[in-house]
């Protein structure tokens, strides 16, 4: 056994170079902002947006990560798709854009890998460097495709059949301990909780410290560069160090285990360590870090914001939640509803390779074109009366929330999984949860966030 | 009637009317077909219309093109007559089609 850590610990300090790089990067960061005089100053403060109406079209910029919280968001895309469905703003924070708000135009962009690229940056700004870790979901075919192909086999139905046990009974812990009749806030109690236990399921991080998970990808999914969130660049560079430290750890750890007779297990490391392409992949630290911040942040304030706005959404139309109870076999539907909702990421960008003309506009080569899905979810032209949650609506099904083309969300069937879970154990138990104040939202250009929501849990009668 | 069948992973049969110029997706969800969603309406972008052609029909139905080939590569499921059914329209002398729905949808 102690060979065995020693070894470990061996391993682990050969990955010390890839720490010190970080170390770097944060220096010279750290000296950049020095020098341009932005140190310690905020990109943004928060200001009163005023109501669409108010603007000319071309001042319409929806970079601005307070649209959200501000409730205006609804308004601008809808005064966009109707007027100038592929819009150019030309002096936002984060330099030109286009706006893409049609569903279909939306399609057609995000199908069209050829002119559309998703290289090198999938949000609006630039992350500072290092930050920009390579990550798939940023990588153009064929690259893209051996780098998906590694991992997907973890969140692949095949393999969820192999998790859905111990996620339902991960969820049914967290069920039972919660407060009745007394309000607490659902963000931190079940939408964080639960996420950080799939997350820790999906990589088999060590269970106590998987909040850990959920702290980093915060940090690392809200820095005011990229998209116009709160997050400190001297805190995320540290968390940045002790996550390569810990993934590397887990993965040596991993190795250690099997080498030493454990069954293997149906997590992403294990799946990575008996796959022929990348059973090396700790040599390549940058791949490593890549792909497991990839389903890391991916997964993680995608899947809480959808446990918490499914709450949000059956307040605001609370007949749908009385259609519901008497029908728990809509819970499927009623998840892809949820997501189409609640979109919980607002945008993914592109970069146009070449010349083209997009739906009557013409987009240089270079331009940024940003794809609103959360604007494509809300089009008349496809979801009737598209603000209300519609538990049984027909197509919800058809939402872009997770994207479509080859960047399609991986992590789709996992999502989906996770929330039917949820909904299904929470039925059995709660009559009603009642929102009993006014939510509060995270403030981003990317991340539509929900902070904090006080709910209050009527338990089913008994008997 | 011209049918086209498909046959569930549980060995299960469902027919749908062949419906000249309308894609194999479409009549498999206007018909409730189970095991094909169709998220993307039929663009080739989303990959949950895949079926796998029985391979007696294969020749006659043709393979994929690139869009579609793109989105099939993806799927751990793929088989060599895999097909994404939005992307196959039907004409007359598909009568009696029959293919293969894979155990999950990606
Ligand atoms: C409701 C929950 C989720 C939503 C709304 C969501 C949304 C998205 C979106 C919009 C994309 C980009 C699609 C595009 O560019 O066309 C994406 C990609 C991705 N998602 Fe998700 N996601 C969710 C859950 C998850 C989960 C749980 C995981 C993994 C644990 C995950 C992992 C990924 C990965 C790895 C990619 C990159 C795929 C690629 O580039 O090929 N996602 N997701
Ligand atoms: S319906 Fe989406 S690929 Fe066929």
Redesign the pocket.
């Known amino acids: 056994m102690t060979k065995i850590r020693e070894a470990i610990t061996a391993k682990v300090q050969a990955t010390i170079p890839m720490e010190r790089q970080i170390q770097g990067a944060h220096l010279y960061d750290k000296t950049r902002r020095w020098v341009t005089g932005t140190n310690g100053q905020k990109m943004f403060v928060e200001s009163p947006i005023p109501p669409v109406d108010d603007l000319e079209i071309g001042e319409i910029d929806l970079s601005n990560p307070f649209l959200y919280r501000q409730g205006r968001w609804q308004s601008y895309f809808e005064r966009l798709r109707k007027e100038a469905p592929v819009h150019y703003q030309a002096n936002s924070p984060f330099g030109p854009f286009w706006s893409v708000t049609r569903h279909a135009d939306i399609i057609a962009v995000?199908k069209n890998h050829d002119v559309f690229s998703?290289e090198p940056f999938?949000v609006i700004g630039v992350p500072p460097r290092f930050m920009d870790i390579e990550?798939?979901?940023?990588?153009d075919p064929p690259r893209?495709d051996l780098q998906?192909q590694a991992?997907?086999g973890v969140?692949a139905p095949k393999n969820l059949r192999e998790m859905e046990g111990l996620i339902r009974s991960r969820v049914r812990e967290v069920l039972d301990d919660l407060p009745v009749d007394e309000p607490f806030d659902w963000v931190q109690k079940v939408s964080v909780e639960l996420t950080a236990r799939?997350?820790a399921t999906?990589l088999d991080f060590p269970y106590e410290q998987r909040r850990k998970l959920v702290q980093w990808s915060d940090l690392a999914a809200s820095m005011e560069q990229t998209n116009g969130g709160p997050s400190d660049n001297d805190e995320v560079f540290a968390e940045m160090r002790s996550t390569v430290r810990e993934l590397s750890a887990l993965w040596y750890d991993k190795a250690a285990r099997l080498a030493g007779g454990e069954e293997p297990g149906f997590d992403l490391i294990t799946m990575l360590q008996s796959n022929e392409n990348t059973k090396d992949l700790i040599d390549r630290p940058m791949e490593f870090l890549g792909n497991l911040t990839?389903?890391?942040v991916?997964?993680n304030d995608?899947?809480r914001?959808?446990m918490s706005g499914g709450v949000l959404a059956l307040n605001q139309f609370p007949e749908q939640f009385e259609k519901l109870k008497a029908n728990p076999d809509l819970i499927p539907n009623m998840v892809s509803e949820i997501?189409r909702w609640?979109?919980?990421?607002a945008y993914?960008r592109r970069i146009a390779k070449k010349d083209t003309i997009l739906n009557g506009q013409f987009i240089r080569e270079g331009d940024k074109v940003v794809?609103w899905?959360a604007s494509g979810n809300r089009d008349e032209a496809v979801f009737e009366r598209p603000d209300e949650l519609i538990i049984d609506r027909p197509n919800a099904r058809n939402h872009i929330?997770?994207?479509?083309?080859?960047?399609?969300?991986?992590?789709?069937r996992?999502?989906?999984m996770?929330?039917r879970i949820l909904w299904e154990e929470l039925l059995t138990r709660f009559e009603d949860i009642d929102v009993v104040a006014d939510p509060e939202y995270v403030q981003s250009n990317f991340v539509r966030g929900i902070s904090r929501l006080m709910v209050r849990l009527t338990p089913k009668a008994t008997g | 009637m011209a049918v086209v069948t498909f046959v569930s992973h549980d060995g299960d049969t469902h027919q749908a009317p062949l419906e000249e110029g309308r894609s194999l997706m479409q009549v498999a969800t206007e018909n409730a077909v189970p095991g094909i969603d169709g998220d993307c309406g039929g663009e080739a972008a989303c990959g949950t219309c895949h079926v796998v052609v029985d391979p007696a029909w294969a020749e006659r139905v043709g393979s994929s093109e690139a869009g579609e080939e793109g989105m099939l590569a993806?799927n751990p499921e793929r088989e060599p007559t895999s097909r994404l059914s939005c992307q196959m329209v039907l004409c007359e002398a598909w009568d009696g089609l029959t293919v293969r729905l894979p155990e999950f949808q990606m």
């Open positions: 995000d998703a999938i990550m798939f979901i940023a990588m893209h998906r991992v997907q969140v799939m997350l999906l990839l389903l890391i991916g997964g995608t899947t914001n959808s997501i609640q979109t919980p990421l993914m794809m899905y929330a997770f994207g479509f083309g080859v960047h399609r969300c991986m992590g789709n996992l999502a989906e996770q929330l | 993806m």
